[in-house]
């Protein structure tokens, strides 16, 4: 089995690297990742230049080849995909904090799944909760194994990943949830640099409500959070209610 890991914490984080680790037992394992930080850039892709896909020894993966580029964490599986062959599944992760509800919308760790998925590979997007003084990346990573063991067995529906969060610590089990209201309440800061001009920082506070079945009430409850996510936005019975309302309000052509 051919297995393309990627991340959005750079190739450095030690997220990425456990995960690599974690997964040769599996298969021929290849990570691709951007070689700096790139959390929150979502699913962007680099169109308006070059990007540069190079072999990265220091990273410390040893025999596992390990690439980084200057590009997103999209791009990475784009590149990935193209340039190494077409893996088996996209595992993308171990993520430093959580991604859970609306944090999809922005996330990079997501975003090269949701970029696997849309290539129709089987791929998952890891993330471990960091709110604890110690992370447990070895332990996510040998759950995480487990995980892409399963999907490559029995394989995933088509436009359809997992988001899988871990706990930081031992997990009581397993539990497949739905996405929560977890978001990020957005606050801008202003301050003014040395030359006395304004400049301005984008914070965010992290909330959420405690439903039973989601991925935060998952998580607080100290379970891993599988949630089966589908790249189909349609609300398909928001669709019906349009159609039958513009067939009745739309006068007809001719």
């Known amino acids: ?3 393309l890991v990627a991340n959005d914490d750079g190739i450095f984080s030690p997220g990425i690297k456990a995960l690599a680790f974690a997964l040769r037992e599996l298969g021929e394992v290849n990570v691709v990742a951007p070689d700096v930080e790139q959390s929150g850039v979502g699913h962007s892709i680099t169109f308006r230049r070059p990007l540069r896909f190079k072999h990265t020894a220091s990273a410390g993966f040893g025999e596992i080849p390990a690439y980084r580029v200057d590009g ?34 922005h996330s990079g760790t997501v975003a090269a799944a949701l970029e696997g998925a849309s290539l129709g590979i089987p791929s998952i997007a890891f993330s471990l909760d960091a709110s604890g003084e110690e ?6 990573a040998r759950y995480a194994a487990s995980i ?25 089990g397993i539990r497949i949830t739905r996405l929560s209201t977890h978001r990020y309440e957005d606050s801008v800061v202003k301050r003014i640099d040395p030359e ?50 513009f067939r009745l309000e739309t006068p007809q052509l001719g």
């Open 1 to 3: 089995m051919r297995i």
């Open 72 to 105: 997103t964490p999209a791009d990475c599986v784009v590149l990935g995909n193209q340039l190494l062959g077409r893996p088996d599944v996209v595992a993308s992760g171990i993520n430093i904090g959580v991604n859970m509800g609306l944090d999809l919308t």
């Open 135 to 140: 992370l447990r990346f070895d332990e996510a």
């Open 148 to 172: 892409v063991r399963w999907v490559l067995e029995h394989g995933l529906p088509p436009k359809t990943l997992l988001n899988v969060n871990f706990p930081n610590r031992s997990p009581l």
């Open 196 to 245: 006395g001009r304004p400049y301005y920082w984008v914070a965010g506070k992290p909330t959420a409500e405690l439903e039973e079945g989601t991925d935060f009430w998952a998580v607080q409850q100290g379970y891993i959070s599988v949630t089966p996510i589908t790249l189909d936005y349609t609300n398909h019975a928001f669709a019906a209610e349009l159609r039958e309302s």
